[in-house]
C-alpha cells in the first residue's frame, strides 16, 4: 500500500463518514439513528449504494443484518469477515460503529485497488441494533446472528411505544423467517472488527492501536423495592419503610463490592433511579433501579452480583422492605482470538504502528459473533476517550492507522 494511495483512501472514508452522519434524526453535529427509523433506513440505504460501486455482492438477512461481499478465488473456503453497526444513540457522535463498517469498505477498496486476489472471500457486515436504544437490548442483530436471541424471544421485545419487531421491521422491508437469520458456526472463517476505543487510555500513552485481548460482558438487572410511604413529617424515623433509603444502601454495596473484587477489569454502575411518588416532602414508598455490573472474568464478575443479593436480603429484612430481582441479561465475557491477535500484531509491525493489548469494557457484536467464529478487536483512540457524544472525535491520521492494519491483517488472513 503506498503512501500516496492512503491518504487518498483517507480523504474519501473521511468524507463518507461526514456524510453519513448527515443522515440523522437531530440537527448536525448530533447523530441520532434509532433501529428501523426513517434516518436508519436512509443510512443503510447510503452504505449499501457505496459497496454495491464497490462492486461487492449486497444482501439483507430477515433482521436486516447486512452482508456486502467481495468473491475470493475459493468459494469453498469460508470468508473472512469484518463490520460493525451505524445505528446510533440520541445525542451521540459519527465515528462509534461507523468506522468499523466504513472504514472496513474502505479496507476492501484499498486491497482491490492494489490488485490484490482473496483466495477466501473477504464480507463486511453491518450489523441490526447494536445499540439498545429501541428494544433495551444491545446487539440484537448479533445476537440473533449467534443464536444467542431466539425468534420467539426477539418477537416479545417492544419499544416504548408498544411496537414490536415484527411490525417495525415488516415497516423497514425486512421480510423472511426469522430463524434464518441465526448463521451456523464457521460461517466465517476469521473476524475482526475495528472500532474506536470509547477510552482514554491509547491517546494518553500515545499509542496508535490497541489488539483486543477480552471484551467484558454486563450483567444487567432491574431492582424494586417496594416501601411504605407517608408525609414527611407526619411519620418518625424509627416506623419508616423508605423505599428509597433502603436503594441507597444497596448502590453503595454494589459500588463497595467491585472496587473489593481484586481487580481493576471489575466495574459496576447503577445508571437509573426512577421514585414513586417522586414529592420533596413525601417518603418514597416504591423505588426501581438498574445495575450493570462488568468483569472480563464471569466467576468474578457472579460475585459482586452474590454480594448484591445477600445485601438485598439483608436490607429488606432489616428495613422491612420488599425486594425483587429481575435478571436483564448476564452474556459471558469474550476471549478474542490469539491467531488474528497475532495476525494484527505482525500487521501493526509491518505498517510501523505503535500498539499494545488491552481489554475492551464496552459491549460490541464481536461479543456474539465470537460464538460462532474466531473473532478480535482492533481500537483506535478517541480524543478524550469521549463517546457517545456529538464531541466523539477521532483523527484521520489515528482512522487511517486503523483501516491500513485491517486492510493488511484482512489480506493476510484471505490468502
Not at 416501601?227 to 444502601?249: C, F, I, Q, V
Not at 432489616?318 to 497475532?342: K, M
Not at 461479543?367 to 474466531?374: K, R
Amino acid at each position: 500500500m503506498t503512501a500516496t494511495r492512503a491518504t487518498l483512501s483517507i480523504n474519501r472514508l473521511m468524507q463518507e463518514l461526514q456524510s453519513l452522519a448527515q443522515i440523522s434524526e437531530a440537527e448536525p453535529p448530533v447523530v441520532t439513528r434509532i433501529v428501523f427509523g426513517e434516518a436508519d433506513l436512509r443510512a443503510r440505504a447510503y452504505v449499501k449504494g457505496l459497496c454495491e460501486d464497490a462492486g461487492l455482492t449486497v444482501r439483507h438477512d430477515a433482521v436486516g443484518n447486512t452482508f456486502a461481499r467481495w468473491h475470493g478465488s475459493d468459494s469453498t473456503l469460508a470468508p473472512v469477515g469484518t463490520g460493525s453497526h451505524i445505528d446510533a444513540i440520541p445525542n451521540a457522535g459519527l465515528y462509534d460503529g461507523c468506522v468499523g463498517v466504513l472504514g472496513g469498505l474502505e479496507a476492501i477498496r484499498v486491497l482491490k485497488e492494489l490488485g490484490f486476489k482473496p483466495r477466501r472471500s473477504i464480507e463486511l457486515v453491518v450489523f441490526t441494533a447494536e445499540e439498545p436504544t429501541r428494544f433495551g437490548i444491545g446487539c440484537l442483530g448479533s445476537r440473533m446472528m449467534a443464536g444467542v436471541l431466539t425468534p420467539e424471544k426477539a418477537l416479545a421485545l417492544r419499544d416504548k411505544d408498544g411496537r414490536g419487531l415484527e411490525e417495525l421491521r415488516s415497516h423497514a422491508g425486512f421480510a423472511g423467517r426469522l430463524e434464518t437469520v441465526a448463521l451456523p458456526s464457521g460461517h466465517w472463517h476469521q473476524f475482526i472488527e475495528l472500532h474506536i476505543e470509547q477510552g482514554p487510555y491509547l491517546e494518553a500513552e500515545g499509542l496508535d492501536l490497541g489488539l483486543v485481548t477480552h471484551i467484558a460482558a454486563p450483567a444487567s438487572q432491574r431492582i424494586v423495592i417496594q416501601g411504605e410511604g407517608g408525609h414527611a413529617g407526619g411519620k418518625l424515623m424509627p416506623g419508616r419503610k423508605d423505599a428509597l433509603a433502603a436503594a441507597a444502601e444497596l448502590i453503595l454495596a454494589l459500588e463497595a463490592a467491585a472496587k473489593s473484587s481484586g481487580a481493576i477489569d471489575t466495574v459496576a454502575t447503577v445508571g437509573v433511579c426512577e421514585v414513586f411518588p417522586g414529592a420533596v416532602n413525601s417518603i418514597a414508598s416504591r423505588a426501581m433501579i438498574t445495575t450493570d455490573v462488568r468483569d472480563i472474568d464471569k466467576a468474578r464478575r457472579d460475585r459482586v452480583l452474590e454480594t448484591l443479593h445477600s445485601t438485598c436480603d439483608e436490607v429488606s429484612a432489616r428495613r422491612g422492605v420488599a425486594i425483587t430481582i429481575e435478571l436483564i441479561n448476564a452474556d459471558p465475557p469474550t476471549a478474542c482470538d490469539p491467531v488474528i491477535l497475532d495476525a494484527l500484531e505482525a500487521s501493526a509491525q509491518e505498517a510501523g504502528k505503535t500498539y499494545k493489548r488491552m481489554v475492551a469494557r464496552a459491549y460490541h457484536d464481536s461479543s456474539f459473533v465470537a460464538c460462532i467464529a474466531p473473532t478480535a478487536m482492533l481500537f483506535i483512540p478517541c480524543r478524550g476517550g469521549v463517546s457517545h457524544r456529538p464531541d466523539e472525535y477521532a483523527s484521520p491520521e489515528w482512522i487511517g492507522g486503523g483501516v491500513h492494519v485491517l486492510a493488511r491483517t484482512l489480506a493476510t488472513l484471505a490468502s
